[in-house]
């Protein structure tokens, strides 16, 4: 990955899965059958939409890859690490390789916008000098390089989504996983929240977007996975091809 948040231009002439799942299945103690032998591939430097009704097993699939909840049979792994094998221990180690956008924003609202940055980046132990560095780069990339040292409930409800991005960013992550982060913003603003990453994904960084809107999906050529009741119904890359 690069040093800078913004980076250079990463080579994707080789396929080499960031997520695998193999023969996943995820029933909760409820009796609900989240997921049934699902079978993905996600490449490095892919951009992702999940889409599906509600209950279709969107959240599972991200709890599972972010390893908030573990499969009942079948492999997952994710950049590298075997999650269905992984001691607790080390999912700390796997989550510092991702960013995560959540549609509730997740600020908070006692620390100015430079410091919920920062945040992201004192948990996983950066020097100050670091922090100094590349928080303002991570706002000026979402076009908040003048907001610095306002408040969360100062901004708009895009702006507070565009600081949660720069979060999700700072670290320069292998993966970002957006979670309906246009659910709480107007339309326009939905448009650049996913052409800001489209951006981020241009730079070799894999994007993961759940969504339900279609308008969205639609507008932008990224593959598109669809869920219904727990199993793939369909994958199509860009352009319309079956994955």
């Known amino acids: 990955m690069p040093d800078s948040v913004i980076g250079e231009n990463l080579s994707q002439e080789t396929?080499?899965?960031?997520?695998?799942?193999?023969?996943?299945?995820?029933?909760?103690?409820?009796?609900?059958?989240?997921?049934?032998d699902?079978?993905?591939?996600?490449?490095?430097?892919?951009?992702?939409?999940?889409?599906?009704s509600s209950g279709a097993g969107k959240s599972t699939f991200m709890k599972l890859i972010?390893?908030?909840?573990?499969?009942?049979?079948?492999?997952?792994?994710?950049?590298?690490?075997n999650l269905t094998k992984m001691d607790s221990k080390?999912?700390?180690?796997?989550?510092?390789?991702?960013?995560?956008?959540?549609?509730?924003?997740?600020?908070?609202n006692t620390m100015n916008v430079f410091d919920n940055v920062?945040?992201?980046?004192?948990?996983?132990?950066?020097?100050?000098?670091?922090?100094?560095?590349?928080?303002?780069?991570?706002?000026?990339?979402?076009?908040l390089?003048?907001?610095?040292?306002?408040?969360?409930?100062?901004?708009?409800?895009?702006?507070?989504q565009r600081v949660g991005l720069a979060r999700a960013l700072v670290n320069a992550p292998d993966l970002i996983i957006a979670d309906e982060p246009t659910g709480n913003v107007d339309p326009n603003m939905s448009y650049d929240i996913v052409s800001m990453l489209t951006e981020i994904n241009?730079?070799?960084?894999?994007?993961?977007?759940?969504?339900?809107?279609?308008g969205l999906v639609h507008d932008f050529n990224h593959r598109v996975i669809m869920?219904?009741?727990?199993?793939?119904?369909?994958?199509?890359?860009p352009g319309g091809e079956n994955a």
Do not use: C
Request: proline share 4%; net charge positive; no cysteine.
């Open 90 to 108: 080390q999912v700390p180690k796997l989550r510092r390789t991702m960013g995560m956008v959540f549609q509730d924003f997740r600020l908070i």
């Open 145 to 160: 390089g003048e907001k610095a040292r306002s408040m969360p409930l100062q901004l708009s409800g895009g702006e507070q």
């Open 15 to 36: 396929a080499e899965p960031i997520i695998e799942f193999r023969g996943v299945s995820k029933t909760y103690p409820t009796g609900t059958h989240a997921l049934e």
């Open 66 to 81: 972010m390893r908030e909840e573990k499969p009942n049979t079948g492999v997952i792994k994710v950049n590298g690490f």
């Open 227 to 237: 869920l219904d009741h727990g199993r793939i119904v369909a994958d199509n890359k």
């Open 118 to 143: 920062a945040f992201a980046m004192h948990v996983i132990g950066a020097g100050n000098n670091e922090i100094r560095r590349e928080v303002p780069k991570a706002l000026s990339a979402v076009g």
């Open 202 to 214: 241009k730079r070799g960084t894999t994007i993961i977007m759940v969504t339900h809107d279609h």
């Open 38 to 52: 699902v079978n993905l591939r996600i490449n490095r430097g892919e951009f992702v939409f999940v889409v599906g």
